[in-house]
């Protein structure tokens, strides 16, 4: 790895990255407004921001000097599977500058690709087409973490816990879950899911991980709200 990258690891290292994200159908849809929220978030001490959409990538890079991981959501006919996931993606991050690259890595018998290509196939060509960028595999369980560091990955994320047919109605955030893939996969391990407190950020850190990523319990004031008003109905 080079020293770009390795400083790349070593700012998150221990802190906490920001999700500024808002989708189409979401209030605060605006890549102007996702600059400011992550420009908060560096102000508050975020180390990192994730963000979605070459769009708001570009306008948050305008803003902080953070280490951005980067993904473009694109829902494909028939197909679950939407985070960063092809290679059309992954080229257009590439080209806008982002530190990390998060791609879907969940298992590709169980939620075949757009394209239909495995995630081995995939990430072989994302790796031998970008070798110096840093790919981050968004997972939603041990088995699939382990896989991802095998064949590569340079961070292992848990991202994807709870969100596919197979982990629906877990725990979150499930710290057993990120502390055992933080000491057995080999790679940088990125807590993410589910994370609503500090207590739980605190938790989530001390299992082992390297960083966390926060989204919804900071940038979604619409779901914010809305658990502020379940606990008084």
Known sequence: MNQMNQAILEQIRGGLIVSCQALKSEPLHSSYIMSRMAYAA??????GIRANTVEDITEIKKTVNLPVIGIIKEDYPDCDVYITPTMKEIDALVECGVSII???????????????????DLFAEMRQRY???????????????????????????????????????????????MGRLARE????????????????????????????????????????????????R
């Open 42 to 47: 560096m102000l508050g001490g975020a180390v």
């Open 102 to 120: 998060a791609t879907d890595a969940t298992d590709s018998a169980r939620r075949p690709r757009p394209d239909g290509r495995s995630l081995d």
């Open 131 to 177: 070798p110096d960028q840093l790919f981050m595999a968004d997972c939603s369980d041990y088995e699939e973490g382990i896989h991802a560091a095998e064949i590569g990955f340079d961070l292992i994320g848990t991202t994807m816990h709870g969100y596919t047919e197979y982990t629906k109605g877990v725990s979150l955030p499930d710290i057993e879950l």
């Open 185 to 232: 996969c080999g790679k940088p391990v990125v807590a993410e899911g589910g994370i609503w407190t500090p207590e739980q950020l605190k938790a989530a850190l001390d299992s082992g991980v390297w960083t966390a990523v926060i989204g919804g319990a900071i940038t979604r004031p619409l779901e914010i709200t809305r658990r502020f008003v379940s606990a008084i």
